[in-house]
């Protein structure tokens, strides 16, 4: 129950923070197993909060999966880490530290 009650907080936060930084979310939130992650218009929104540092790889498959063009990676901490190792990708995701 804890578990599904972190969720539900992780997804209210991400919809929360793209809304208020980058529009109005269309989409609902879909599971991400570190944090919260959210799709509109081929442009997707991951949330790492658990570990972000080594969650790179994980919002990079997520963000292929789900067949996303532009990728924004959101986090608390490790946004210049993650951005650093993000700039050698072909298509490097946007990193924001909120």
Do not use: I, N, Y
């Amino acid at each position: 129950m804890a578990d599904e009650r972190r969720a539900q907080l992780r997804a209210l936060k991400l919809q929360t923070l793209v809304r208020d930084q980058f529009g109005a979310p269309d989409g609902a939130s879909r599971p991400f197993p570190t944090g919260a992650a959210l799709v509109r218009d081929g442009e997707g929104w991951v949330l790492l909060e658990d570990d972000p540092a080594s969650g790179l790889g994980g919002a990079l498959a997520w963000a292929a999966r789900q067949g996303v063009d532009r990728l924004h990676v959101l986090t608390e901490s490790d946004a210049g880490l993650l951005a650093r190792r993000a700039a050698g990708r072909r298509l490097p995701p946007g990193v924001r530290a909120v």
